[in-house]
């Protein structure tokens, strides 16, 4: 796993504010979350990893055991279900939230960059990262 603690800095955003519409982010924190590029960065921790996201906005930490669900609190508040699992580079992580809404996370890590797939329902919002 190459890409633990590398620092993949945005560069790309697409079709994040219908995205985050989609799951019921409010107005207010979705133009605070479309005006910041972010950095991700994946640590591991014994059988644990930590996805950390930070941005002048906001840090989000979010730790899991792979295959094992866990509660997670998003970055706008939302209490949600989380289950993540590795294949290969890749890093899929399923949310479900109190409502049933599902979303799927892709995040794909290459040695120069990193691709991040979310969809919900319809709709799907493709972020691209550098590494720093």
Do not use: H, W
């Not at 133009?31 to 591991?44: G, R």
């Not at 055991?65 to 399923?94: H, I, M, W, Y």
């Not at 939230?97 to 290459?110: I, K, N, Q």
């Amino acid at each position: 796993m190459e890409f633990v603690d590398k620092k993949y800095k945005m560069i790309s955003s697409e079709n994040f504010d219908e995205f985050m519409k989609t799951i019921g982010v409010g107005l207010i924190t979705r133009k605070a979350a479309n005006a910041v590029t972010p950095t991700v960065e994946l640590k591991k921790d014994g059988d644990n990893f930590v996805l950390v996201t930070s941005s002048t906005f906001k840090t989000t930490e979010m730790k899991f055991k792979p295959g094992e669900e866990f509660d997670e609190e998003r970055a706008d508040g939302a209490k949600v279900k989380s289950v993540c699992t590795f294949e290969g580079n890749t890093l899929k992580q399923v949310q479900k939230a109190a409502d049933g809404t599902e979303v799927v996370y892709t995040r794909e890590f290459g040695p120069e960059e990193m691709k991040a797939v979310m969809t919900a329902k319809d709709v799907t919002c493709t972020r691209v990262y550098k590494v720093q």
